[in-house]
């Protein structure tokens, strides 16, 4: 089975949209709807059964993997799972394909409740803080979360409410699905330099990543499945 770097998951994406003809919007369909599938799975039912009577919080941040996240809300809402989508961003910095998906929900009447700012209730603290240390308690309400904070894309130690956001999630203490990659989690060395969000289930795109080749990176992944985005496999 293959393994991506950072560099080869952006260079398929590339390869997709712009030699394929792909649209970008299409290619995070595929991937929201593959999670879903993986999703419904993992909380006992067969792929595209009804999930009604289940609970489903999508952390979401303001990239792609937070694009993600709003399709696989969509798809959980649709098969009868009671879904809440809580932002880390600030919904303006939401652009492009996430967008639109961010739209789409909304105009579902999805529930989305945007945490990126500071709360009435935390008057005094930090912002970041202010916005999300209630985020545990909120989570806590329901049997799954699933983490689509932050992608591949992200290097380094995570900061600010990205790095707050992942602490609030490993307190709550639910069992949690990440979107492609464990946010926090280095895509190409494994590594865990911070707050790394830690899953029982890892959905992945189109292919492994090299980092889930790490000695200690299956404490973060769970278990990994790769979803198919509808593009040949190299």
Do not use: T, Y
């Given at each position: 089975m293959i393994s991506l770097s950072r560099q080869?998951?952006?260079?398929?994406?590339?390869?997709?949209?712009?030699?394929l003809g792909v649209p970008g919007v299409v290619l995070m369909e595929n991937a929201g709807r593959g999670a879903a599938d993986a999703i419904g799975e993992f909380l006992g039912g067969a792929s595209g059964s009804s999930?009604?009577?289940r609970r489903v919080a999508i952390v979401a941040g303001a990239g792609n993997n937070g694009g993600d996240g709003f399709v696989v809300a969509r798809h959980l809402h649709i098969r009868g799972a009671?879904?809440?989508?809580?932002?880390v961003a600030d919904p303006a910095k939401i652009t492009g394909d996430a967008a639109t998906n961010l739209k789409?929900?909304?105009?579902?009447?999805?529930?989305?409740?945007?945490v990126s700012r500071p709360s009435?209730?935390?008057?005094?603290?930090?912002?970041?803080?202010?916005?999300?240390d209630w985020l545990a308690e909120a989570l806590r309400e329901f049997d799954l979360v699933v983490d689509a904070v932050g992608g591949t894309g992200i290097r380094g130690r995570l900061q600010g409410p990205q790095a707050t956001a992942v602490e609030q999630i490993n307190a709550a203490r639910r069992p949690?699905?990440?979107?492609?990659?464990?946010?926090?989690?280095d895509c190409d060395t494994g590594a865990a330099d911070g707050p790394v969000v830690r899953a029982a289930l890892t959905v992945t795109?189109?292919?492994?990543?090299k980092g889930f080749d790490a000695p200690e990176a299956e404490r973060y992944t769970g278990r990994v499945i790769v979803a198919d985005i509808g593009i040949p496999v190299a």
């Open positions: 080869e998951v952006r260079e398929v994406d590339r390869w997709a949209i712009e030699v999930l009604a009577g009671a879904v809440a989508v809580f932002l789409i929900i909304r105009n579902l009447g999805l529930d989305i409740r945007d009435p209730i935390a008057a005094g603290k930090p912002d970041s803080a202010a916005a999300l949690v699905v990440a979107l492609d990659i464990p946010s926090g989690l795109f189109h292919a492994r990543k």
